[in-house]
C-alpha cells in the first residue's frame, strides 16, 4: 500500500507519501506545493492537478487521504477549495487509487490520541513518528503528514471510490 495525503490549499498544498509494506512503514516523499497568488486561478488548479497527478504516478499510489472540509470565516475561500477537492477526486478515479477521508477530530484522535489537539500538539506527534526529517515550515505538511498517518491507520475503514 502507498498512500497519499494531502492539505490541499491555493497557496500552499501539503502532502505526505508512505509505504506500508509488511509490518514496516516508510516515507517516501513529503513536502509543499507553492502556488503563486499572482497565478489565476484556472493556473493554480492545473498546476495542482499536474503536480498531484505527476506523484501518484511516480510513487504508484493506491489510496489518498484527505481531511473533510469544514466552512470556515469565508465561504467564497470554502467553495474554492472544492475546486482542489475536485481535482484529487478525478485524480484518485483516473489513477484506480482508492480515496478516503477523515475528520479533523478523526485525524488528530489517530495521530495524538486526542480529538480537540491543536495544531502544535500534531506537529510534534509527526515529528516523533518522523524523527529523521526536519521540522517543516508549514503547518500545511504536518497536517498532511498527519492526514496520511491516519489514512494508513484506518483505510480498511473509509473508501469513497
Not at 22 to 37: A, M, V
Not at 54 to 79: M, R, S
Not at 111 to 116: F, L
Request: net charge positive; aromatic share 10%.
Amino acid at each position: 500500500m502507498i498512500i497519499l495525503g494531502i492539505d490541499p490549499g491555493l497557496r500552499f498544498a501539503g502532502f505526505g507519501i508512505l509505504k506500508k509494506e509488511k509490518q514496516k512503514t516508510f516515507l517516501l516523499d513529503h513536502g509543499c506545493l507553492k502556488l503563486s497568488p499572482k497565478k489565476s486561478l484556472p493556473e493554480r488548479i492545473h498546476i495542482f492537478h499536474d503536480f498531484f497527478s505527476e506523484k501518484i504516478k511516480t510513487f504508484c499510489v493506491t489510496d489518498v487521504a484527505l481531511e473533510t472540509p469544514f466552512l470556515g470565516k469565508n465561504a467564497q475561500n470554502f467553495l474554492k477549495l472544492g475546486y482542489l477537492r475536485g481535482i484529487l477526486y478525478l485524480l484518485a478515479s483516473q489513477h484506480g487509487s482508492a480515496l478516503h477521508e477523515f475528520s479533523p477530530r478523526e485525524i488528530k484522535l489517530s495521530v495524538t490520541g486526542y480529538g480537540g489537539a491543536d495544531k502544535i500538539q500534531v506537529a510534534r506527534m509527526i515529528l516523533r513518528f518522523f524523527p529523521k526529517i526536519e521540522p517543516p515550515q508549514r503547518d500545511d505538511v504536518t497536517d498532511a503528514l498527519a492526514v496520511t498517518l491516519c489514512g494508513l491507520w484506518k483505510n480498511k475503514n473509509r473508501k469513497i471510490l
